[in-house]
């Protein structure tokens, strides 16, 4: 019964991790589904968001959760703005233009805040940070806890926002067939903004709701949650939000199972394991649709 016990509290680790993990990739599915941009710049966001709570909890000493009410709304103000000044300029260019300029906006924010906050990694403390609850004899960490309560209403807003809106359904049709869109009065230029801005403030929730658990360096962690967020999203199918939960799942459990139950220096690394598995068999995601060529 202990093995047992261990499996389930590791299973419960993984998930509200992979919550986390999945409100990175949905991120990025969104702003490729819609937009068939890849963003190369999207884990510089979710770094954006954790030094925007340290931010915060340095001069106003708000808590990291308390941090959403602020940090949020600016993640989706910056993302609206960089894809109006940015990314709107090279959006009928070649691909290459748009991954070329996601390259430079990561480029810029790293080395922004390298200027503003130095080389240190930086993390919150919360006092909760050891607290745990005991739910069916599992003991969850409760900020892992609160971390996976605000994806959960996150995802079920976003759900309700893409399919019980007008803008939702302007969303959907713009992924769909963008020309078409434009054909029946979609305005997808402004539909882009508001998709890269939802992106971007996702990518910042995450990183806020990471910064309790995590240290964030300017240069190197966005790197690591851009890794992440296309693991997440080859796993479950590029382009596909559903799939993109699963996927962020899917690795949230294996890193903490291979962690727990092999090296647990080497954790990052069976997540990489299970997406190259995956890659070499599935190479369309296990959600994903197989185009066959002609």
């Known amino acids: 019964m202990a093995g047992l016990d261990i499996l389930l509290q590791n299973v419960a680790n993984g998930v509200l991790m992979g919550g986390v993990y999945a409100l990175i990739g949905i991120g990025l599915t969104l702003v490729f589904g819609v937009m ?25 000493g708000w808590d990291p959760y308390l941090s959403l009410l602020l940090a949020m709304p600016i993640g989706f103000f910056a993302g609206v703005v960089v894809e109006r ?9 070649p691909p290459e233009s748009a991954l070329l300029a996601t390259l430079g906006i990561s480029l810029i924010i790293g080395n922004a805040i390298l200027l503003t906050f130095g080389g240190e990694p930086r993390s919150v403390q919360v006092s909760y940070a050891s607290s745990t609850f005991s739910i069916a004899g599992v003991n969850v960490s409760m900020v892992l806890l609160l971390a996976g309560v605000a994806t959960v209403v996150m995802i079920a807003a976003l759900y309700a926002l893409l399919n019980r809106t007008e803008i939702g359904r302007a969303i959907r049709g ?6 078409g869109a434009e054909l029946v009065g979609i305005d997808t230029r402004r539909i882009h903004s508001i998709v890269f801005g939802l992106g971007v403030m996702l990518a910042v929730m995450a990183g806020v709701t990471l910064i309790p658990l995590l240290f964030a360096t300017p240069t190197n962690t966005g790197a690591v949650f851009t890794l992440k967020a296309f693991v ?46 995956i890659l070499l068999f599935r190479p369309e995601g296990l959600f994903g649709r197989t185009v066959k060529r002609v």
């Open 232 to 277: 997440v999203t080859v796993l479950g199918g590029l382009g596909n939000v559903g799939a993109a939960i699963a996927g962020g799942i899917l690795l949230g459990v294996v890193e903490v199972l291979g962690a727990s139950y092999f090296m647990s220096e080497y954790r990052e690394a069976y997540g990489l394991i299970a997406f190259l598995l």
């Open 36 to 60: 068939r941009t890849i963003n190369f710049a999207h884990g510089d966001f979710v770094v954006l968001g954790m030094y925007s709570a340290v931010l915060f909890n340095a001069i106003l």
């Open 85 to 93: 000044f940015i990314l709107s300029r090279v959006v009928d260019a």
């Open 174 to 179: 713009t992924a769909e067939n963008r020309l």
